[in-house]
């Protein structure tokens, strides 16, 4: 069974603040994907990391994977109150010929004005 | 821009009745997952599809639940006789290959009563 840990669960900070969110495994991923999910809605997809050591930016998101694919980061630079909502790491597994995304259990951001 | 689609967005059910949960994946995907969140809890993997056939399987995906792609455009969700705890949100998904990003739908909340 795959796990992906997150943390921290929940996050409060103010704006203008940096903060980051760490996913981890000890299974390698084929790939990672972060989310954003908001109150009764579905995951909107923010961002794909494949490669080991990998990094992607999103305006102030900072995405990276770790060189042995079993690890990621989200790094937010000068929260927005904008930025609150829950974040979703799913990691990718391939066991024969099925993919499927296991996700994190989420972090829960709240960005005060 | 293609996005999944989900109906319906809510649905209320008596318990033992048998419920059906809808889902038009983004033309030209090749694989369908289905996701459930029970209210306050993790993305939980239910089952994949790929190539008209039940790649992977949750433990949560019991005898009671079943997937169906019946005219290469819609795919669906059956629960035979749903029980209280079927209560959540339940999200499809679709991907266009192996190693490519998972986009989901808006979900449909069930509700059983």
């Known amino acids: 069974t795959q796990l992906l840990e997150q943390s921290p669960q929940f996050l409060s900070i103010q704006e203008g603040e940096n903060l980051t969110v760490y996913c981890n495994s000890s299974s390698v991923f084929s790939s990672l994907q972060w989310y954003r999910q908001e109150p009764g809605e579905g995951p909107v997809l923010l961002v794909t990391v494949v490669t080991g050591g990998e990094v992607k930016k999103l305006k102030r998101l900072t995405f990276q994977f770790g060189d042995a694919r079993k690890d990621s980061s989200l790094h937010i630079t000068a929260a927005q109150p904008g930025d609150t909502g829950l974040y979703l790491c799913?990691?990718?597994?391939?066991?024969?010929?099925?993919?499927?995304?296991?996700f994190g259990k989420g972090t829960k951001l709240t960005v005060n004005p | 821009e293609p996005e999944v689609t989900q109906t319906p967005s809510h649905q209320v059910t008596q318990m033992g009745q048998e419920v059906i949960l809808r889902c038009v994946p983004i033309s030209n995907h090749l694989y369908f997952y289905w996701y459930r969140q029970i209210l306050g809890q993790k993305v939980e993997f239910l089952v994949s599809f790929y190539n008209n056939e039940i790649s992977e399987k949750s433990e949560i995906f019991d005898d009671q639940f079943s997937v169906e792609r019946p005219d290469g455009s819609n795919f669906t969700l059956k629960i035979r006789s749903t029980k209280l705890e079927d209560s959540a949100m339940y999200f499809c998904a679709s991907r266009a290959g192996a190693g490519t990003e998972a986009f989901f739908g808006q979900g449909t909340r069930l509700t059983v009563v």
């Open positions: 799913a990691g990718a597994f391939r066991q024969g010929g099925s993919e499927k995304l296991v």
